[in-house]
Every structure is written in structure tokens, then in C-alpha cells.
């Protein structure tokens, strides 16, 4: 089946089997690395990705059901004011050990900085709880997101 | 640095660089080269760094990176003995060859000790070099010039030439030999010690293409690889022929597979136009297996078997010292407890991939691999080709924590790659990872300890039930013979026993001393209870007793005082609230000191919370890079936690796991804060990937029982024994 996307702007079409996930179309289909794999199951957050600028797990979303929402992703989130402010933040505090999850934190932290612009610690717990960071930076992940709170946009 | 020939001369050389400028590279002599007696020496002598005449320097990342920060904290010994402005660097990965870079495996926390004086010693030479240069142009003596920021000056004149002006004249000259360079004095460094960002940040927060999974090649293919639940399963008969039609796979077949869990696998490959393809064929997949000898294992028997072998004495000594029966005899208290613990994955989060090209008899291969070396010699092995015809390159990798230490992966997709005679990306899913995965294995201990009339520790015994195989202990299943308290008690006795197992096993972040921290801390623990004395002071007591000695290179003053410090700055001693506690556990292991305290407390129902963490550790003179040093103590602390907490491998045949859910991480609710604290010392500085790990668990279970009166005395911990 052919799908036409909207992917960071631009539009954008993938030839794949109806049931294949996001996360697959976006990296194997449209070569977009950033997006990572990580459980396949929408347990860690490693393939968030934005559609309509909510944060979706790309690994248990069929394209079929994407229609013609606007996908936003790793490599086009620095064009929206809040994620070059978390980007900035990220490369600041040194956040990544491995990097491998760094996407999809970012990702959820965008969502959550649009939700919460000066979140609590509670709030920053809450909304980052469901993406694992193996290499467990998690101390940083948090003084980035609260740097990039207090930075203006 | 040891320099086996004094005459042994490193060479710098030029040549044109792409783009018309020059290099200038540290490099070996092609009739070193062919020198193969001088092979390990070679190692040392290395091509590291490129200077361009735009003044743009390349400096060679010699070790796998992982996320322990190695491709930005190693260069930066380089640049900052070199004096290279930071901002002209360029880090390049450097390509697989042992043979010129010496060591290019990421495991033990060595890559800092290896490398680190000998990178040091590359840098000083190069800028010996370029200082010389400038000094024959300006004809003044080099003593008079010095270098700073990429530039060499000549003060009395006023005069500078920046590197690129230089580097194709210092190339002509001959090269200083590598142990004569001088260093620089610790307070003339301009990087080491300083808090730097990772050299890869920019493509990571971008989302750039940077790992294993992210190759990509013109008309590549993608596989899985279908195996046993059974650890050592094989396929006896299968629907292959059906899978094979299913859309877009190309090729579906069987591999027989070899007995050795280092070897191929028995399993069914799947070769597709799209991962998602093979993954979805991979469903309808019917396979009968034969799940031979290892069906029979699992964790409820091998609790009972533990039991039973603490009813006799232990199959083999580990070490002796005095006579235990003596010492327990002249004992007036005597405490025994039993500790276990079970087998743990690695749960990396990039799941294990490969790409592999093979072409004309020769493999090309992209791997995420700690021990790409070792990976090629198995591929060569496994295929029966020479190691000569595979080329490697290593990319950055979304963890390692040891499991890539194991190239199984590597092997899979270079078997596949030549099967299918295609460009072929292996990737494994989540439900692989855990149950194929080398797991760091369980373990029991039943301790015994002796207190004499003055509280001191007169008589300690430990017997450990551990895994073997054919009698010999799995891997990463031995106690090593030197364990604390060794050297500090008059009689001392460790034995083992082996519970008969086939179970892939290896190397865990802080491989044996992520389990004996937990258990022998806990129990020194419990014996400074029974003595009434305070932990820390009980500690510190033990490693400063006149009639000690001390094992394996230990030093207890180092101990003592990483211990003390931790002790000040957590406010050990004052009287918490109920229900709270603290405690205190140290560990020597991979050449670093750390002591950690935890904060913790349980509310009626039991559930626990981690308030927060102090550690202080002594990894010798230097920390070389301040922001991955306190990321690898940090990581390595909330890992001991998630452990302690959550991770268990259930055995039935095989590893009963498939997913995060069922071997929990961590997650950012539930995170302490972790203060941590450097006490350097005059001593060589060593790697931090590891030696933080081991004490937090301890210093955990410590805190729990001063909260509750309640001792841990099994991994993970049940919330239900505080309810
Ligand atoms: S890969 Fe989608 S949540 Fe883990
Ligand atoms: S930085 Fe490695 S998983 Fe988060």
C-alpha cells in the first residue's frame, strides 16, 4: 500500500504492508536513523515520535493509522522553538552516555515543556517516568530540561 | 610506559592529505611492521593524529564507544598534551588494528589505565615536533618557543606559526622517542580535568546516524535469526520451506549450529526486503526443537540444590588462611547468614545487530562490537576464512554493560551475509536480547563469622554455590580467592561448590564484584551489628589492624580513607526519623576505591524509597574528563539500584524474560539524587566503567535494616518482607 506522509514538513510517501509500524517506515522506508528501537512493545520510549505534535511510541503504530497526521521526529524537532531550546540544553549539560535513548527523551521533553514550561520535579518525574535511559543519565536528563525551562525561547 | 628496546623510535610522517594538505601522523616504520617479534611492543606505537595545513587536527578514538565517554575523554589527553585548541579537533573513530593502536576492546575499566600515559606521550611528541619545526624556520632554539591553543610562539620576537603552517615541516623532522617526551606538569592541563561535552552530542540530540542499527546499505537486506528458548536448542524439523514464499523474504533456512555457546547458534534465519517482513514471516514460523540436556534446568531446583550442597563441605578451597575450626572454637560470638542471588541480563538498550556485505570471499562488516577484535578472529573461525579477509568497522554503540564484550551477533550476521551472498543487516528483537543473552550468573552463600572477646573479627568462612559445567565454573561464575576480608582476620576459609548448568553466562558492568559486593558487605554488615559496634567504624577498625595483609595489590589506607570521606559528607551518625536508615558498604574492584552511603525508608505498607546516594571514590592522580567520570558513577549506582530493586532472570530451560517488564529499569520518578566526590590520589589513574557499581547494593540492604530491623539477604529485594 502507498502512504503519503508528512514527515517534518515535508511530504513525503512509503510502499509498505499496512501493519507496518511507524517506527520501521521511518527508519528502514524513509531512512530517518534517529528514531531508535528499543522493546517494541511501547514500553521505552526509545522510538517516541510527535503526530499532531502529541508524543506517540512509533514501534506500536500501524502507518495505516497515521492518516494524515503530521509526524514530527528527532531530526525535525530543532525547527520548533522548544525543541532547539532542549537540544541546546542536551549538548550543554553533556546529557548523553550512549545516546541510544537521548531521541526519545527529547522527544517527551518537548511534550512535557509545552505542558509544564517551568515543570516541578514531580511534573518532570511523571512525564519522563515511561522512557528507560539504560545508561540511567537521568540526573542530567532532568538539569536539562530545567535548564531549557528557564531559557527563553 | 615500558619500552621493552630503548632504541625503539616512534616515526612521524607526512603525506598528502585529501584536499591537498598534509598529514602528520605518528605511524610504524613498515619494517617494524614486518618485525613479527615486536608485535606487542607495536601495539604502543600508534597513527593518531592527522594535522591539516587548515589547521584542522584529527585525533584517532582508539577504543569502542559505549557511552563511557572513551572517543571524547581519550582524545582530550591527546589534544591537551599536544595543546591543540579544542575547537580544531575532529575526533575520528580509528579503524580496527590492533597491530598500530594496541588494546581496542572496551571492557574492565581499562582503556584509561592502557592508554592513558601512552596518549599522553603521542600528544607531547607531536607538539615536540611542531615546536622543533618552528624553531629551524625562525632559527632560535626550541627551548625559547612553546606551544599554546594550536600555535607555536616565540616570545622574545614576538613570532607564531599555527599548526597547519607547520605540521608539513615537522613532519620532516625525526621523530623524539615516545619515553623521553616531556610531559606536561599537571597544572599546565588545558582539557584534562575539565567538564567537556561528547564529541558525538551535536548528532545524537539531531538524530543522526551514529549506531549499529543505524547502517545502511545500497540493496541491503534484513534478517532475523530464530532460536531456541532452550539455551543449546537445536532445530529438528521446521515450516522453512512455507516461510521462505511469505512476501518479501528472500531466503529462509536452517543453521545447524555448534555445541559452544562462544559459536553459532542452531536456528532459523529469515532474510527479508524489510526488517518488518522478516519479523512478521518470523511469526508463522513452526519449528519442533530438540531442547536436549539443558530442558531439565531451572531456578526452584537449583535453590534446592544449593541447599543441599551447604549440608556438605564445599567440593573445592578457594584460600586458607590460619585454621577456621580453631579460630570459630575460640569465637565467643559467632553470626551465619545465607545470601543469594539470581541471574541478571544486560538489557542494553540498542537490541544486538550486525551488517554484514560478503563479496568475492571477503566480509565487510559494521558491528557495535566492545571486543571487535575478538569478533573477527570468531567470524574467521566460524566461517573457516582468515581474519586478513574480514574487513571491521566498529560503530558508536547504544550500551555495552559487558554483553558486547560477546560477538554472537557478529558471527550470526556474517554467516547469514555469506548464505544469502547479499548485504545483510542482522537485527535482534527485545524478546532475543533477554533470552539469548550472556547472562551474569546467580549465585549462593552461606557465611560464617567469628567475633573474639574484644568484637574483633577472629574466624570468617564463606561457602559459595556457584554454576559450572564439566566441573569447571561458568564464565563469570568464580569467586576470586583474594575477597575482603582476606588478610584482615586470622582464619579465613572460601570454598565453592558447583550446581551442573548449561546457561550462556559472561561478564556483567563490574563482572563477580557486582554479586560479592552485595553479600560480603552485607555480611561484614551483620557482624558489625552482633558486635554492637558502628558499621563505618567497624570498617575502618578492620582495614587498619596492625596484623593485616592485605591481598592482590589492595591497599586499606586507600580504603579507609574513601570510606571516612563518604562518612563525612553523608552525616554519618546522626539519628533519623523511624523508619529510616542508613547505610554503608565499600569495594575495591578494577583498580578503584568507592565507598557509598544510601539513605532509604519504608512506609508501613513496605514499599521503599531511595532518598538519596553520596559516593566517594579514588581511581588515582587524575580524572580526565569531570563530566563522563560523574555520568559512569551515577550510571553505575542507579544500575546497583535497578538491581537490587527489580532484575531477576527466572531459569525454566531457558532465560523466562522477553521483555523490559519483566527486568525493570530504573525510571526518572524514582531516581535519588547521587552526590559524588573524588579523592585523588598519587596513584595511576584508572577507569571508572565499573568500580562504582558494587557497593550501592550493600549500602542499600545496610540502610533497609537500620530502617526496619529487617536483613536482605536475597537479590531482588521483596518489598513484601517490610510490610
Ligand atoms: S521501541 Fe517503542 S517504546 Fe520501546
Ligand atoms: S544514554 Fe544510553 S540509554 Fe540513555
Keep these: 500500500m502507498k502512504y503519503p506522509l508528512k514527515v517534518n514538513g515535508q511530504q513525503l510517501e512509503a510502499d509498505v504492508d499496512a501493519d507496518t509500524p511507524l517506527l520501521w517506515v521511518l527508519r528502514d522506508t524513509l531512512k530517518l536513523k534517529g528514531t531508535k528501537f528499543?522493546?517494541?512493545?511501547?514500553?521505552?520510549?526509545?522510538?517516541?515520535v510527535h503526530l499532531d505534535g502529541?508524543?506517540?511510541?512509533?514501534?506500536?503504530t500501524p502507518i495505516s493509522r497515521v492518516g494524515d497526521k503530521a509526524i514530527t521526529t528527532i531530526e525535525g524537532i530543532g525547527t520548533d522553538a522548544i525543541g532547539a531550546k532542549l537540544?541546546?540544553?542536551?549538548?550543554?549539560?553533556?546529557?548523553?552516555q550512549c545516546g541510544y535513548c537521548q531521541a526519545g527523551q527529547i522527544m517527551q521533553a518537548v511534550s512535557l515543556l509545552r505542558q509544564f514550561p517551568k515543570p516541578t520535579e514531580q511534573q518532570i518525574g511523571d512525564g519522563m517516568k515511561r522512557n528507560f535511559c539504560r545508561c540511567a543519565a537521568y540526573h542530567r536528563i532532568k538539569q536539562a530540561i530545567q535548564h531549557a525551562a528557564e531559557q527563553e525561547a | 610506559m615500558q619500552i621493552a628496546n630503548p632504541q625503539r623510535r616512534r616515526f612521524l610522517q607526512a603525506s598528502a592529505a585529501l584536499g591537498g594538505g598534509f598529514l602528520l601522523s605518528l605511524y610504524l616504520p613498515p619494517w617494524r611492521q614486518a618485525n613479527a617479534a615486536e608485535t606487542d611492543d607495536m601495539a604502543h606505537l600508534s597513527a593518531h593524529i592527522r594535522i591539516h595545513s587548515s589547521g584542522m587536527i584529527e585525533i584517532m578514538s582508539v577504543i569502542p564507544e559505549i557511552g563511557q565517554s572513551i572517543k571524547t575523554s581519550l582524545t582530550m589527553v591527546i589534544a591537551d598534551e599536544l595543546d591543540a585548541d579544542w575547537a580544531n579537533v575532529i575526533v575520528e573513530t580509528a579503524p580496527l588494528d590492533s597491530a598500530t593502536y594496541g588494546r581496542q576492546s572496551a571492557g574492565g575499566?581499562?582503556?584509561?589505565?592502557?592508554?592513558?600515559d601512552q596518549h599522553r606521550r603521542i600528544g607531547a611528541a607531536a607538539k615536540q615536533m611542531l615546536i622543533a619545526a618552528a624553531a629551524q624556520q625562525w632559527q632560535v632554539p626550541a627551548s625559547e618557543c612553546r606551544a599554546s591553543n594550536s600555535r607555536v610562539?616565540?616570545?622574545?620576537s614576538g613570532r607564531s606559526k599555527t599548526y597547519g603552517e607547520l605540521a608539513a615541516a615537522a613532519a620532516k623532522l625525526d621523530a623524539p622517542t615516545l619515553d623521553k617526551v616531556t610531559l606536561k606538569k599537571p597544572s599546565e592541563f588545558t582539557l584534562i580535568g575539565k567538564f567537556t561535552t561528547g564529541v558525538d552530542n551535536d548528532a545524537i540530540v539531531t538524530g543522526q546516524p551514529l549506531f549499529g542499527i543505524d547502517v545502511d546499505l545500497p540493496d541491503m537486506l534484513y534478517a532475523v535469526f530464530h532460536k531456541c528458548q532452550v539455551f543449546g536448542g537445536k532445530v529438528r524439523r521446521s515450516n522453512v520451506a512455507q516461510i521462505a514464499k511469505l512476501p518479501g523474504v528472500r531466503h529462509a533456512f536452517v543453521v545447524d549450529g555448534v555445541d559452544d555457546f562462544q559459536g553459532i547458534s542452531s536456528g532459523i534465519a529469515i532474510v527479508a526486503d524489510s526488517w518488518w517482513q522478516a519479523e512478521k514471516a518470523r511469526r508463522q514460523l513452526e519449528v519442533e526443537w530438540d531442547e536436549g540436556w539443558a530442558k531439565q534446568q531451572n531456578s526452584p531446583s537449583f535453590d534446592q540444590q544449593a541447599e543441599q550442597l551447604w549440608q556438605q563441605p564445599p567440593a573445592a578451597t578457594l584460600s586458607r588462611e590460619g585454621d577456621v575450626t580453631q579460630g570459630f572454637s575460640e569465637c565467643s560470638k559467632v553470626i551465619e547468614a545465607e545470601y543469594r542471588y539470581p541471574f541478571i541480563a544486560h538489557g542494553q538498550l540498542e537490541p544486538n545487530n550486525c551488517t554484514a556485505v560478503w563479496q568475492q570471499h571477503k566480509l565487510t562488516m559494521w558491528v557495535p562490537s566492545q571486543a571487535p577484535d575478538r569478533g573477527r578472529r570468531q567470524v574467521a573461525d566460524a566461517l573457516n576464512i582468515n581474519e586478513d579477509d574480514i574487513t571491521v568497522h566498529v560503530t558508536r554503540m547504544g550500551g555495552g554493560f559487558g554483553r558486547r564484550l560477546f560477538n554472537d551477533y557478529m558471527v550470526e550476521a556474517a554467516w547469514i551475509a555469506k548464505q544469502a551472498q547479499a548485504p545483510v543487516k542482522l537485527l535482534w528483537n527485545r524478546q532475543d536480547d533477554f533470552q539469548h543473552d550472556y547472562y551474569r550468573p546467580g549465585g549462593y552463600h552461606k557465611f560464617k563469622a567469628g567475633l573474639d572477646a574484644n568484637g574483633q573479627l577472629h574466624a570468617f568462612s564463606d561457602h559459595f554455590v556457584s554454576f559450572g559445567h564439566n566441573g569447571r565454573p561458568l564464565l563469570a561464575a568464580s569467586m576470586h580467592a583474594s575477597e575482603f576480608p582476606i588478610g584482615f582476620v586470622p582464619h579465613l576459609q572460601y570454598g565453592s561448590s558447583l550446581i551442573a548448568a548449561q546457561i550462556p553466562t559472561g561478564w556483567l558492568r563490574a563482572p563477580t564484584s557486582n554479586a560479592m559486593g552485595f553479600v560480603f558487605q552485607c555480611m561484614l554488615d551483620e557482624v558489625a551489628h552482633a558486635a554492637g559496634q558502628d558499621p563505618l567504624a567497624f570498617q575502618l577498625a578492620l582495614l587498619r589492624r596492625s596484623d593485616a595483609k592485605p591481598a592482590n595489590g589492595f591497599a586499606p589506607q586507600r580504603m579507609a580513607a574513601v570510606l571516612e570521606r563518604v562518612g563525612q559528607l553523608s552525616g554519618w551518625g546522626k539519628t533519623l526519623p523511624k523508619g529510616q536508615g542508613k547505610g554503608i558498604a565499600c569495594y575495591y574492584s578494577h583498580a578503584g576505591y568507592f565507598a557509598e552511603v544510601v539513605h532509604a525508608s519504608v512506609d508501613a505498607k513496605g514499599a521503599i524509597s531511595i532518598e538519596k546516594v553520596w559516593a566517594v571514590g579514588d581511581v588515582g592522580?587524575?580524572?580526565?574528563n569531570p563530566s563522563g567520570a560523574q555520568h559512569q558513577v551515577q550510571g553505575s549506582i542507579l544500575e546497583g539500584l535497578s538491581q537490587a530493586l527489580y532484575q531477576k532472570v527466572e531459569i525454566d530451560g531457558g532465560a523466562q524474560v522477553s521483555n523490559y517488564h519483566q527486568h525493570k529499569?530504573?525510571?526518572?520518578?524514582?531516581v535519588p539524587p547521587v552526590e559524588v566526590e573524588f579523592l585523588p590520589s598519587d596513584n595511576p589513574t584508572t577507569g571508572l566503567g565499573e568500580p562504582a557499581l558494587p557497593p550501592v547494593i550493600p549500602a542499600?540492604?545496610?540502610?533497609?535494616?537500620?530502617?526496619?530491623?529487617?536483613?536482605?539477604?536475597q537479590l531482588p529485594i521483596k518489598p513484601e518482607m517490610f510490610a
Design chain 2, 665 to 670: 529499569l530504573l525510571t526518572m520518578d524514582a
Design chain 2, 621 to 624: 592522580q587524575f580524572i580526565v
Design chain 2, 153 to 156: 610562539l616565540h616570545q622574545a
Design chain 1, 54 to 60: 502529541e508524543p506517540v511510541r512509533s514501534c506500536v
Design chain 1, 38 to 48: 528499543g522493546c517494541g512493545m511501547a514500553q521505552c520510549g526509545a522510538c517516541t
Design chain 2, 109 to 116: 575499566s581499562r582503556s584509561i589505565p592502557s592508554h592513558f
Design chain 2, 700 to 713: 542499600l540492604c545496610n540502610a533497609l535494616f537500620v530502617a526496619t530491623g529487617k536483613r536482605v539477604r
Design chain 1, 87 to 96: 537540544q541546546q540544553a542536551w549538548k550543554i549539560l553533556d546529557v548523553p
